[in-house]
């Protein structure tokens, strides 16, 4: 298990814009079907050697490799039909999910959580919107995705848009 603090809430639509209600944590994601491991990773003086794709884990079709600069965004969007794994290779990312899955156990349910140690990979089912930012540092992440890139399966939401509680608000 990553150690790791995930801020567990709900967003709330006012007009146009997604506020977040967080009201608790947990030590692993909550979203059905997301899960957050790590990669085979090895240290040491020369290098950071991450193995991102094997036989163990299901590596999808597409592969590519995005660079965040301090402060961005990417994605916020989900997908119709892909499911993707992103890898952090450097850097500090905060991971933003909301699960847009109709009839999902958890449909509506916000996880915000940051990961900075190289090799941690985070599982994203078809139909859970993400974004990921670069937390203060330059972030290098590694996406490996279940199928090749379609922009009419990008579904846009702007959860980079959403300005988080310090920390959850009181129930």
Same mark, same amino acid.
């Given at each position: 298990?990553?150690?790791?603090?995930?801020?567990?809430?709900?967003?709330?639509?006012?007009?146009?814009?997604?506020?977040?209600?967080?009201?608790?944590?947990?030590?692993?994601?909550?979203?059905?079907?997301?899960?957050?491991?790590?990669?085979?990773?090895?240290?040491? #003086?020369?290098?950071?050697?991450?193995?991102?794709?094997?036989?163990?884990?299901?590596?999808?079709? &597409?592969?590519?490799?995005?660079?965040?600069?301090?402060?961005?965004?990417?994605?916020?969007?989900?997908? *119709? *039909?892909? #499911?993707?794994?992103?890898?952090? &290779? *450097?850097?500090? /990312? #905060?991971?933003?999910? =909301?699960?847009?899955?109709?009839?999902?156990?958890?449909?509506?349910? &916000?996880?915000?959580?940051?990961? !900075?140690?190289?090799? %941690? %990979?985070?599982?994203?089912?078809?139909?859970?919107?993400?974004?990921?930012? /670069?937390?203060?540092? =330059?972030?290098?992440?590694?996406?490996?995705?279940? %199928?090749?890139?379609?922009?009419?399966?990008?579904?846009? &939401?702007?959860?980079?848009?959403?300005? =988080?509680?310090?920390?959850? !608000?009181?129930?």
């Amino acid at each position: 298990m990553v150690p790791m603090r995930a801020r567990i809430g709900r967003v709330d639509t006012e007009g146009d814009l997604l506020v977040p209600r967080l009201d608790g944590e947990s030590e692993a994601p909550t979203l059905f079907g997301v899960a957050v491991t790590q990669a085979d990773t090895f240290i040491d #003086e020369r290098r950071v050697l991450v193995v991102s794709y094997n036989r163990r884990e299901p590596p999808g079709t &597409l592969g590519y490799s995005v660079v965040v600069q301090p402060g961005y965004h990417v994605g916020d969007h989900y997908h *119709h *039909h892909r #499911e993707e794994r992103i890898v952090v &290779l *450097h850097g500090r /990312a #905060e991971f933003r999910l =909301l699960d847009q899955r109709n009839g999902s156990a958890t449909q509506g349910v &916000l996880n915000v959580f940051t990961l !900075d140690y190289p090799g %941690c %990979c985070v599982r994203i089912p078809t139909g859970v919107a993400h974004s990921v930012r /670069a937390d203060g540092t =330059l972030s290098v992440l590694q996406v490996l995705a279940s %199928c090749d890139y379609d922009p009419s399966d990008d579904v846009h &939401l702007a959860l980079s848009a959403m300005t =988080l509680p310090d920390r959850a !608000d009181p129930a």
